[in-house]
């Protein structure tokens, strides 16, 4: 079993999924690409790494029965992806809250309603394998627990139940 978790940063993924109570292994994918040096050099409009796609892939191709998580996790071979979503104003106020400049959170919280992030999980994985939840007003152990039951098979897919383009 492989399980993507995605989402905009700021939807909550790394906290939700550090909450996770699963026999599965649980790898945060951003840490694997600064630790494996699996970058293909830094994005400066940005500030973060250019992550390699296709080394990432190789090196989670050696992993079963696996929780990974990042917001490039739907673009990976998984049996069920789990994309956190959270209102555009939520992904802003978090990541001002973590220090990211206003332009990044701008472009993130942009990226959250026009639906970025859905739309690219289900262009490689398709709706039945697509599941949304919502982490605006949840605590991270409700997260948490949203995904166990997508991960025990208790949930249904979801792809498409959720719109923030009313915030544009």
Sequence with gaps: MRIAVTGTPGTGKTTAT????????????????????????????????????????????GHENVVFESHLAHHFDADRVVVLRAHPETVASR???????????AENAESEALDVIL?????????????EVVTTDSDPDEVAAAIESVIEGEREPSAGTVSYVDWL
């Design 18 to 61: 550090e909450r996770l109570d699963t026999d599965l292994d649980v790898v945060h994918l951003n840490d694997v690409v600064t630790s494996e040096g699996f970058s293909t050099g830094v994005d400066e409009e940005r500030g973060s790494l250019v992550a390699d796609l296709d080394a990432v892939a190789d090196w989670l191709d």
């Design 95 to 105: 990541l001002r809250g973590r220090g990211d400049e206003e332009a990044k959170a």
């Design 119 to 131: 739309s690219e999980a289900v262009d490689r994985h398709g709706t039945d394998a697509v599941y």
